[in-house]
């Protein structure tokens, strides 16, 4: 019933089976209405650590997901259990969950069938990825490294995921996806200097695992011997991932319910919400686009309807919250499809320029361990890290000590100096897969550094 | 279908109805709570076994050095609710196998969901084939310390009642009386409650003989009341209730119904706070608020995999290096500091008869008397040690920390419960409180940073209480304290007795690439730091 596509035994199913599959388990409801989600593929994985691969991962696996609605009740189950029993068991689990739930208020009907434009984030290049190839991508980084007398770590993940979504109603959506990510921190042998670089994309072809370990590589070698200047307001060009690191937490704050609610940035001083208004700098607009080339993303959502490009942001003025099925419903709105995954305007300087434009300031690689403060600014603090340099009369001029700010990614928009080219990034923390980022790097002024950190 | 498939689909699908009949059947489900799913019968299952050992000879038929196998079905269950209405019920099972081979001292590690005969064939022969595309010209192998042998039997957590026999309505009914308590207070305009299970049945078996079968029980019951003014709104997380190693007595002792009016004046009074002035405070930090500041500042830097480099890229390195120049010598705080990793304890998240290497775990010290003494470690890590294991007459074996998240994750090295141990004064919260003449007293964690080599860190709380004169004053708002680490500790003057000793702890401990998330507990008591620097988190932007 799965097809395995390579020797070593990845496997996802494919649109036939994916709908083979569904229609077992929907043939199994005794519900009022279901759904039933797959995800089904391939990941792999491998991680170096002192110039050498230290652990590796490729693992299979299918999940089927069903969601049952008993009158106005509903309940939801999973498994990884494709046999009958497991199928049937899945099914009276989430039936059975549902029955002894109380009646939801907020319940939406399953969707009727959609019509989807075809996903387009698959890619051999990243599904052929075994692990000789992957060993090969790692030793690039790891070999210059060695030459020069540093030590890499790192990691490589690659995904290979096929999703279907089907309804009792006769919906039926079916999409595959690849991703991949590469992320290299090295090191001076005595700790002394950091540097990082990590790219990712949906196809490992457009990744430069060369160039990538070189600016590592340079950044380290540069980051050594950092001084410590004093902690305040300073202006700052920040690379394309520290933007992404920041602006992911604006998105993220734009739930519509919670808006309306008098919880959120997002909240009006006495009721409403802040679609329409201007909340940060005109040059400033954020879309998702799932039919992007530089941000494919999923044609449909979890529910099954269709995603389409969003613009959360434009020209500075929010124009779109995030709105789920039930909320847009008593709000009378339509619903918001957003695929995830961001794009931000950006301009055509180089970083280059951006540094050159700045008489005094600090040059940022990334951000970390960012976490919430004051939801109702979106503050974060978090560190810079892995390459933290100070610029002056537009030169970089020495490495300094990382430090910890408290900002919000709302001032941050609002203080913007100038914008480079936009380019796709790899935004979290982990250097797990995850949604595109694609963002400029920036030249802002007045960011908040609050405390100077020893850590390298 | 091979026979063993076949069997062991009988076999699970049988203990998988017999769940549900159990969850369905309200007090008839109480008798079989004893006998049911937590019986030693359904630990060991000689299905599982064949599997184990069919996929061990595979790999040492393929070229394997060592091996070891993981079979796990790991059942979780999740109820979400906001003031009258269940905003998620769902049941979610996941079962499969990993394979860990070393050839030639390189790893390999591949996973699959497909349970049979051939599949955990072709998952060790995989695991082979990828440890050999790991090997490289020149590398540093892999060795791992001896362990003993045959390690045999069966370990269950210190569960009373398996919360998956309770029934779904019980839990429902009991999160939506909380949130009604709560919303008894006109002010507490959003309620969010929630409990999460977790029943993890794992049989592991490595190419020295052992052959060991755990079953993991985690429970967590919360809840959230968000008060709003014109303007403001501030939050109470009943982070005073930990997540725990234990079954569903857990939710019944966190008496939510009861609580939930105080979480819910809490938060109204959070509106009405009095913002913090910034500068240097003593503070007296609550038990449910200091385990996240141990777990950060001192459980992560003395993590031995992270001191020596491997988690640069995503967790970071630490400052507790080189081991060198820090073990038994880096003075990390005050003599009243004493710091403990043990995943002994009953209840605790990380408790288990044995980790992920097959090593019985063991108590060790980390800190004592203020004084660097021991990293924690895995059977890959122990003799990187060995000098210094020599040199204080210590033997060399791994301290048992080695854990994957699921069957489809490699394990590695992951913390322990590390614990402060009580001071030796019989001293409790208002003690501290009543020895101290202008401080800050914070109960329960809230916002947390840290730094990748665990130095800068900068903490928030859920509730913050002037304190001048030895008493409480009034409450504070938007106040975080930035700290680095060994100052912290240092300044470290007065410590709660045995008394006063709570386990906090979290599920989401991340670290590794891919990201896994650890379970892991803090035993703590109550503690005086001396004049730290306390910022204002208040802005308008």
Redesign the interface.
């Known amino acids: 019933m799965r097809r395995a596509t390579q020797e070593?035994?990845a496997t996802s199913l494919s649109r036939a089976e994916a709908e083979a599959l569904a229609r077992r388990v929907l043939g199994k409801s005794t519900a009022t209405e279901a759904r039933v989600s797959l995800s089904s593929g391939a990941?792999g994985?491998?991680?170096f650590?002192?110039n050498?691969?230290?652990?590796?991962?490729?693992?299979?696996?299918?999940?089927v997901?069903v969601r049952s609605v008993v009158g106005k009740k509903?309940?939801?189950?999973?498994?990884?259990?494709l046999?009958d029993?497991?199928l049937k068991?899945v099914v009276?689990?989430?039936e059975?969950?549902?029955r002894?739930?109380?009646d939801?208020?907020?319940l939406v009907p399953e969707l009727e069938p959609q019509r989807y434009q075809e996903g387009k984030g698959w890619s051999e290049s990243t599904a052929r990825l075994?692990?000789?190839l992957?060993?090969a991508a790692v030793?690039s980084i790891?070999g210059p490294a060695r030459a020069t007398g540093l030590?890499s770590?790192?990691?490589l993940?690659t995904r290979a995921t096929t999703f279907a979504v089907a309804n009792s109603k006769g919906l039926f959506a079916y999409d595959k996806d690849t991703d991949v990510v590469l992320?290299?921190?090295v090191?001076t042998p005595d700790?002394a200097g950091?540097g990082?670089a990590g790219g990712a994309s949906n196809a490992f072809s457009a990744l430069d695992p060369v160039g990538l370990g070189a600016r590592a590589v340079d950044k380290a070698r540069k980051s050594v011997g950092a001084m410590a200047i004093e902690p305040g307001r300073y202006t700052v060009v920040l690379e394309p991932t520290a933007v992404g690191n920041l602006l992911q937490l604006l998105t993220g704050a734009m739930n519509a319910r919670n808006a309306d609610?008098?919880?959120s940035?997002f909240s009006k001083?006495?009721g409403g919400n802040k679609l329409g208004d201007k909340v940060v700098d005109g040059r400033v607009t954020i879309v998702s686009d799932p039919f992007d080339p530089e941000s494919f993303g999923t044609p449909f959502t979890g529910e099954g309807l269709p995603t389409r490009p969003v613009t959360w942001i434009e020209n500075g003025v929010v124009r779109n919250l995030n709105y789920d099925r039930y909320w847009a419903g008593r709000q009378g709105r339509e619903p918001t499809g957003s695929a995830g995954g961001l794009k931000m305007s950006g301009g055509n300087d180089t970083i280059e320029h951006l540094i050159a434009a700045c008489e005094r300031g600090v040059l940022v690689t990334r951000f970390?361990?960012?976490?919430?403060?004051?939801?109702?600014?979106?503050?974060y603090?978090?560190?810079t890290?892995d390459g933290t340099f100070l610029i002056e009369k537009g030169k970089i001029v020495r490495p300094v000590k990382?430090f910890?700010f408290?900002e919000?990614p709302?001032?941050m928009l609002n203080n913007i100096l100038g914008m480079g080219t936009p380019v796709r990034v790899s935004a979290s923390?982990?250097?797990?897969a995850g949604a595109p980022v694609v963002v400029p790097p920036l030249l802002v002024r007045d960011f908040n550094f609050?405390?100077?950190?020893?850590?390298? | 279908m091979s026979t063993s498939r076949r069997e062991f689909l009988k076999r699970t699908s049988t203990a998988a109805a017999a769940g549900m009949v159990l969850a369905a059947t309200g007090d008839a489900g109480a008798s079989e709570r004893t006998a049911g799913l937590l019986s030693p019968a359904s630990q060991g299952d000689p299905a599982f076994a064949e599997l184990l050992m069919r996929a061990l000879d595979a790999a040492k038929s393929a070229g394997a050095d060592y091996a070891d196998a993981r079979v796990s079905l790991n059942r979780t269950q999740t109820i979400n609710t906001r003031e009258r209405r269940v905003g998620g019920l769902s049941d979610n099972e996941t079962l499969g196998i990993g394979v860990r081979v070393l050839v030639q001292g390189s790893w390999g590690f591949a996973a699959t969901s497909e349970l049979t005969a051939d599949g955990v064939v072709r998952v060790a022969r995989q695991a082979v084939s990828q440890a050999k595309a790991n090997r490289t010209a020149g590398r540093k192998p892999v060795t791992l310390a001896p362990a003993p042998g045959n390690q045999r039997g069966t370990w269950r957590s210190d569960a009373k009642v398996d919360p998956f026999t309770v029934p779904v309505e019980e839990k429902v009914a009991l999160l939506l009386s909380a949130n009604e308590a709560a919303m008894k207070n006109p002010q507490a305009r959003f309620v969010n409650s929630s409990m999460f299970f977790l029943k993890e049945e794992k049989s592991y078996a490595n190419s020295e003989g052992a052959l060991v079968t755990q079953t993991i029980f985690r429970t967590q019951p919360s809840m959230t009341v968000t008060a709003v003014a014109s303007g403001d709104f501030q939050s109470r997380q009943s982070n005073d209730i930990a997540p725990m190693g234990r079954g569903y007595e857990h939710v019944t002792e966190a008496r939510l119904v009861e609580n939930a009016p105080r979480w819910a004046e809490e938060a109204v009074a959070k509106l009405g706070a009095k913002p913090v002035e910034a500068g240097r405070y003593d503070l007296i930090l609550h038990p449910s608020h200091l385990w996240l500041t141990i777990h950060e500042s001192v459980a992560h830097p003395t993590e031995l995999d992270r001191a020596m480099g491997y988690e640069a890229n995503y967790a970071g390195t630490s400052f507790v290096f080189p081991p060198e120049r820090v073990l038994g010598t880096l003075k990390f705080g005050s003599p009243l500091m004493n710091i403990r990793g043990d995943r002994s304890q009953p209840g605790s998240l990380a408790a288990c008869g044995w980790d992920d290497d097959g090593v019985q775990p063991e108590a060790f010290d980390i800190v004592k008397n203020g004084i660097f003494v021991d990293y924690q470690t895995t059977r890959e890590q122990a003799l990187w040690l060995d000098w210094y294991y020599k040199k204080s007459g210590k033997p060399t074996r791994s301290h048992g920390c080695s854990y994957a998240q699921s069957w489809a994750d490699v394990q590695f090295q992951r913390m322990p419960n590390v614990s402060l141990l009580p001071g030796e004064r019989d001293l409790v919260w208002e003690d501290l409180i009543s020895a101290t003449d202008r401080g800050i007293a914070i109960v329960g964690d809230g916002s947390f940073s840290i730094d990748q080599q665990r130095y800068n860190a900068q903490f928030g709380g859920q509730l913050y209480y002037e304190i001048r004169g030895g008493k409480v004053v009034g409450m504070l708002k938007d106040v975080a304290y930035q700290m680095r680490t060994p100052e912290f500790w240092g300044a470290l003057d007065l410590v709660g007795g045995p008394r006063s000793y709570f386990l906090g702890g979290a599920f989401g401990d991340a670290k590794g690439q891919p990201s896994q998330s650890n379970a892991v507990s803090h035993g703590c008591v109550p503690t005086r730091h001396r004049q730290i620097n306390v910022i204002n988190t208040g802005r308008s932007a």
Do not use: C, H, K
């Open positions: 070593q035994g990941r994985n491998t991680r650590a002192e050498q691969i230290s652990t590796a991962g490729d693992n299979t696996n299918t999940s997901v509903v309940g939801q189950a999973a498994t990884n259990r046999d029993a497991g068991a009276e689990m989430s059975r969950l549902a002894l739930s109380p939801d208020p907020e075994d692990p000789a992957r060993a030793s790891t030590v770590t790192g990691y993940e992320t290299t921190t090191r700790g950091s990082w609610e008098g919880r940035f001083p006495g970390w361990y960012i976490r919430g403060v004051d939801p109702r600014s979106i503050l603090t978090g560190l890290r990382n910890r408290n919000s709302v001032v923390e982990s250097g797990n609050t405390s100077l950190s020893d850590a390298v």
